[in-house]
């Protein structure tokens, strides 16, 4: 988690230095809706990335993509997220409602992706059977010979 959590910070610090002016970004940028939808992509890239793996140079590089193409989806601008993160960040209730509803839906589209792969026990067992056959037969071969 620290890593990606370096992620968002050298993000910020990548956007903060493309800056125009030096006025400070502060307050709420994004509506709670639109946060939570953001959050919910970025974290879900951050959990694939996890599966893969990706803590290399390439690997963080691929997620500083994600991000973009996260904020590009969600017609959001990288500053306007990370002011709209630091505003929730500095009032815990406000980003403790965030998370509350974050865990909701990513609960919710995890129940909705094992509704729809539903697990056949015997495809499973017979598959099974066929590899435990090959080997066996295998072997035998190799014994014969």
């Known amino acids: ?3 990606y959590f370096l992620f968002l910070l050298l993000f910020t610090f990548i956007l903060s230095c493309g800056r125009k002016t030096n006025t400070p970004v502060s307050g709420e940028k994004l509506t709670k809706e639109k946060m939570i939808e953001v959050l919910l992509d970025i974290h879900l890239a951050e959990a694939s990335a996890n599966q893969m793996a990706l803590n290399t140079n390439a690997g963080r590089d691929s997620m500083l993509i994600e991000y973009e193409k996260i904020f590009s989806k969600h017609e ?3 500053r ?5 993160y630091n505003y929730y960040t ?7 409602t965030i998370y509350n509803e974050l865990v909701i839906r990513a609960t919710t589209i995890q129940s909705n992706i094992f509704r729809k792969t539903p697990v056949d026990s015997t ?3 017979d598959s ?3 590899r435990m056959f090959r080997m066996l037969k295998a072997r035998k071969s190799v014994i014969h010979n």
């Open 123 to 125: 495809a499973m067992a």
């Open 76 to 78: 959001v601008d990288g």
């Open 90 to 96: 500095e009032n815990p209730e406000l980003l403790d």
């Open 80 to 84: 306007d997220f990370f002011a709209t």
């Open 128 to 130: 099974a059977k066929a």
């Open 1 to 3: 988690m620290k890593k």
